[in-house]
């Protein structure tokens, strides 16, 4: 992996974020809302399954949840539905930034960068989110891959976004956390920058980054602590 000061930044015009445990630490309440909607429906989900699922879409959840173990008439429209009201709530609630998230938005208005979300998650979402955090302001464009054919990894919702912001793919920097994200941003020919989680940080699977950080607080459009 290389530092991003090694990158020609002339060719970095985009800055596309995800969402879900990157700009807000959301998944302690995804993990709470399906413990509480599926364990009506009589699964016991443990946080190790639920990591299964990181970058899925709801109704791929869903889906994934119904093939691990079926449930008597099923209404998955009304399983997305119960999860998804559970999950606003609790971000409403509950919910702030993630270390660095200010200062890296800052930076790439700075720099005059366009900016994007581009979330596995659902569009209601992704506005609760921006409008919990205050800063709907900073991007252009706002995705989600609720409307696309498929979800991460498949690079679909970041080729979406990019086109929706009038870039080539190869000037879009994506910021991400999962393992599914990350594989679908660099099938999509970006440049790739993730902050994984702790528990997962020292998997060799993240070399397929372009770089990776402990945190956005270590993140520099002129240079990048790697560790």
């Given at each position: 992996?290389?530092p991003?000061?090694?990158i020609?930044?002339?060719?970095?015009?985009?800055?596309?974020?995800d969402?879900?445990?990157?700009?807000?630490?959301?998944?302690p309440?995804?993990?709470?809302?399906?413990?509480e909607?599926?364990?009506?429906?009589?699964l016991n989900?443990?946080?190790?399954?639920?990591r299964?699922v990181?970058?899925?879409?709801?109704?791929?959840?869903?889906?994934?949840?119904?093939?691990y173990?079926?449930?008597?008439?099923?209404?998955?429209?009304?399983?997305?539905?119960?999860?998804?009201?559970?999950?606003?709530?609790?971000?409403?609630?509950?919910?702030?930034?993630?270390?660095?998230?200010?200062?890296?938005?800052?930076?790439?208005?700075?720099?005059?960068?366009?900016?994007?979300?581009a979330?596995?998650s659902?569009?209601?979402?992704?506005?609760?989110?921006?409008?919990?955090?205050?800063i709907?302001?900073?991007?252009?464009?706002?995705?989600?891959a609720?409307?696309?054919?498929y979800?991460?990894?498949?690079p679909?919702?970041?080729?979406?976004?990019?086109?929706?912001?009038?870039?080539?793919?190869?000037?879009?920097?994506v910021?991400?956390d999962?393992?599914?994200?990350?594989?679908a941003?660099?099938?999509a020919?970006?440049?790739?920058?993730?902050?994984?989680?702790?528990?997962?940080?020292?998997?060799?699977?993240?070399?397929?980054?372009?770089y990776?950080?402990?945190?956005?607080?270590?993140?520099?459009?002129?240079?990048?602590?790697?560790?």
């Amino acid at each position: 992996m290389l530092p991003l000061s090694d990158i020609c930044l002339m060719t970095l015009q985009a800055a596309i974020f995800d969402m879900d445990g990157l700009l807000i630490d959301s998944e302690p309440y995804w993990k709470m809302a399906e413990k509480e909607v599926f364990g009506k429906l009589g699964l016991n989900l443990t946080d190790d399954l639920l990591r299964q699922v990181m970058g899925f879409r709801l109704s791929e959840v869903v889906v994934h949840w119904y093939s691990y173990q079926p449930w008597p008439e099923p209404d998955f429209v009304e399983t997305e539905a119960e999860v998804l009201a559970c999950v606003k709530e609790l971000v409403k609630q509950h919910a702030g930034p993630m270390p660095g998230v200010y200062e890296v938005l800052n930076q790439c208005r700075q720099a005059g960068l366009k900016m994007a979300v581009a979330s596995s998650s659902a569009m209601s979402l992704i506005e609760t989110v921006v409008d919990k955090l205050n800063i709907r302001h900073y991007f252009d464009v706002l995705v989600s891959a609720e409307t696309e054919p498929y979800g991460k990894p498949h690079p679909g919702i970041f080729i979406t976004t990019a086109a929706r912001l009038g870039m080539a793919p190869s000037a879009c920097l994506v910021f991400e956390d999962s393992l599914n994200g990350m594989i679908a941003a660099k099938a999509a020919r970006m440049t790739c920058v993730v902050v994984p989680e702790e528990l997962k940080r020292n998997e060799l699977y993240w070399s397929l980054a372009d770089y990776k950080l402990n945190s956005l607080n270590e993140f520099s459009l002129n240079r990048v602590t790697l560790n």
